[in-house]
């Protein structure tokens, strides 16, 4: 599985946009970009995937560059309750058996009132 | 829908003793997976089953560990002997595989301290 990079830790305003960035530069064309994010004290939590088009749903945005090198992830009114690790996972599409997802160590996000 | 359930939500035990953790998967998920996470090595995947079977256990440190998943809706970690280094928090989570799609629903973990 292709690896990435996150930033260790950010910060955001609460009400303001938050945008995660990732760097996957080795990753391949059938792999997806998946993000999780782990509140403190709970288990990670499924925010959204991605292959190429850039993805909405109702907890955020992906949004993929054209050659698939990085993404942000975007949170776009960022509260007190977004405050957790976000990780960014890459990993293949159709892997027949193997359903691993490998874990960074993430982005800690604290949004401040 | 419950979600993923885990059992003990805490556990305190002295070193030597056997440790079981517990884990029911959501009803209908196909895979299921048990993780380990602490402050120094994050998130590490101990070991994961697809349909009961055990696919992949290259993420069980030791022979100490064991894991079993006797049917579809329950699955148990075994530590023995436990020591003071396993102490972390263990998560179960499971997924349904479908079209390669690999949404992971987490349980609550399990925080086991061995004294």
């Known amino acids: 599985d292709a690896k990435t990079t996150q930033p260790p830790s950010m910060d955001c305003a609460e009400g303001r946009a938050a945008n995660l960035p990732c760097n996957h530069s080795?990753?391949?064309?059938?792999?997806?970009v998946y993000w999780y994010r782990q509140i403190h004290s709970q288990g990670p939590q499924y925010i959204i995937h991605?292959?190429?088009?850039?993805e909405t749903n109702e907890m955020a945005s992906l949004i993929i560059t054209e050659d698939r090198k990085s993404s942000t992830l975007i949170l776009p009114h960022a509260t007190l309750r977004d405050t957790a690790v976000y990780y960014c996972i890459v990993r293949p599409h159709n892997a027949g058996n193997n359903r691993k997802l490998i874990w960074g160590l993430g982005t800690s996000l604290a949004v401040n009132p | 829908d419950a979600g993923v359930i885990q059992s003990p939500r805490h556990e305190v035990t002295e070193m030597g003793q056997e440790v079981t953790l517990r884990c029911k998967p959501i009803s209908g998920h196909n895979s299921l997976f048990w993780y380990r996470q602490t402050m120094m090595r994050g998130l590490e995947l101990l070991i994961y089953f697809n349909n009961n079977v055990p696919i992949d256990d290259s993420g069980m440190p030791e022979d100490r560990f064991s894991a079993k998943m006797p049917n579809a809706s329950f699955s148990t970690l075994k530590i023995q002997p436990s020591e003071p280094r396993d102490s972390a928090v263990y998560f179960c989570?499971?997924?349904?595989?479908?079209?390669?799609?690999?949404?992971?629903?987490f349980g609550p973990g399990t925080r086991l301290t061995v004294l």
């Open positions: 991605g292959l190429k088009n850039n």
């Open positions: 989570a499971s997924s349904l595989w479908a079209s390669g799609y690999n949404e992971q629903f």
């Open positions: 080795t990753i391949s064309g059938n792999e997806y």
